[in-house]
């Protein structure tokens, strides 16, 4: 590749210490490893910081990261000769705004994507706190970003969850109440408790936080009988 060269051979994958030069006679074992140095060339990385948008979007992160990645491994004197640092420099202070904008985008986009549940609203939660302690020049690099859009679902799951969740508490009050290892003196409880959870509301049932206990009674009950 002619934007890379050759720059040395290394006993450590971080290049620390002197080049080697040689290798001395029967020193080379089963375990030895030997790390090429290679670096970029002073044009490739102008091109690649030439390559930077003017107007940076969450997805040239990328593009900004390799440029950065590759300025790193030039050495302090050909770091010297790239006459467009400043450009870099100024756009690499944008990664954590871009990062952040990205993150909110890809959860967004994931949420968009699923069917609603009442069990989104502690993840809606959060994220809904984060959106509102993002200064707005940040919000204005996630694409296509509806405020309104997001707090319509986020109602709409509070719903859900305000409808369901006194009715999920109360199940698993009554789970609770079963001792696992005593199952024959509660098979018509775990029975009834089976059949009526199999009939809950999906939403209910994301609700629930005594399910595996449910499930491990009534499994624990079929084995003895």
């Not at 994958?13 to 490893?33: D, L, R």
């Not at 593009?63 to 450009?87: G, R, T």
């Not at 296509?144 to 709409?156: C, M, Q």
């Not at 009939?199 to 009988?225: H, I, M, P, S, V």
Request: overall charge negative; hydrophobic content about 35%.
């Amino acid at each position: 590749d002619d934007n890379f060269s050759f720059n040395g051979w290394y006993n450590n994958k971080t290049y620390i210490g002197t080049k080697i030069e040689t290798i001395p006679y029967n020193s080379i074992t089963a375990e030895t490893v030997f790390y090429a140095k290679v670096v970029p060339t002073n044009d490739y990385v102008i091109e690649l910081i030439n390559n930077i948008p003017e107007k940076l979007t969450i997805f040239d992160i990328d593009i900004l990261e390799s440029a950065y990645n590759c300025y790193n491994l030039l050495s302090y004197n050909d770091k010297k000769m790239i006459n467009n640092y400043s450009k870099l420099e100024t756009a690499y202070n944008e990664i954590p705004n871009l990062k952040l904008a990205y993150d909110i985008y890809t959860q967004l986009t994931e949420l968009y994507e699923q069917d609603l549940r009442a069990d989104l609203k502690k993840e809606l939660d959060m994220l809904l706190e984060l959106i509102n302690n993002t200064d707005e020049s940040i919000k204005e690099l996630i694409p296509e970003f509806d405020y309104d859009k997001f707090i319509d679902i986020v109602n709409k799951v509070n719903d859900l969850y305000e409808l369901y969740i006194e009715e999920a508490i109360e199940f698993d009050k009554k789970i609770s109440q079963i001792p696992i290892f005593q199952e024959l003196y509660y098979e018509e409880a775990i029975n009834e408790l089976y059949n009526e959870y199999l009939d809950l509301d999906t939403n209910l049932k994301q609700l629930l936080n005594c399910e595996e206990k449910l499930e491990t009674l009534y499994e624990n009950l079929q084995n003895l009988n």
